[in-house]
């Protein structure tokens, strides 16, 4: 059996760009792409915090310790300029896979630096 879990989360990243003639996908700082382990062109869900919008596109690099995060071509008629997003990857694991898994969670300052990683959420109370 293969179970859909999220593998990395960029939590409350902001958009920087918006950029509706620029090819299809989001650019995002390779640094944040290395820290939370999502591959160049791989398949993202966003999440837009902002304005309830969901998506998917792919994910490409931005320049290294740019803090980019730019939504491209028609993507970016969903996120604007500071809207904040939570940008997810996802894989599917099998039973012995999920023995030791732990997802990459990173959470982004207003800047898009990062406050801190976590490899769980914490649980919800009422």
Do not use: W
């Not at 179970?3 to 902001?14: D, N, Q, V, Y």
């Not at 989001?26 to 382990?37: N, T, W």
């Not at 998506?55 to 730019?70: K, L, V």
């Amino acid at each position: 059996m293969q179970c859909t879990m999220l593998k990395a989360k960029l939590h409350r990243a902001r958009v920087t760009h918006a950029e509706l003639d620029y090819e299809g996908s989001c650019a995002i700082d390779g640094e944040l792409l290395d820290l939370a382990g999502i591959l160049e062109y791989e398949q993202i869900q966003i999440y837009n915090v902002t304005n309830g919008e969901r998506f998917t596109t792919y994910a490409i690099r931005a320049e290294d310790g740019s803090r980019m995060i730019s939504v491209n071509g028609a993507a970016a008629h969903k996120a604007g300029v500071g809207d904040r997003l939570i940008i997810c990857a996802y894989a599917a694991y099998n039973a012995a896979e999920l023995l030791n898994f732990k997802p990459h969670l990173v959470y982004c300052q207003a800047d898009n630096s990062v406050s801190h990683t976590m490899n769980a959420i914490p649980v919800q109370v009422a």
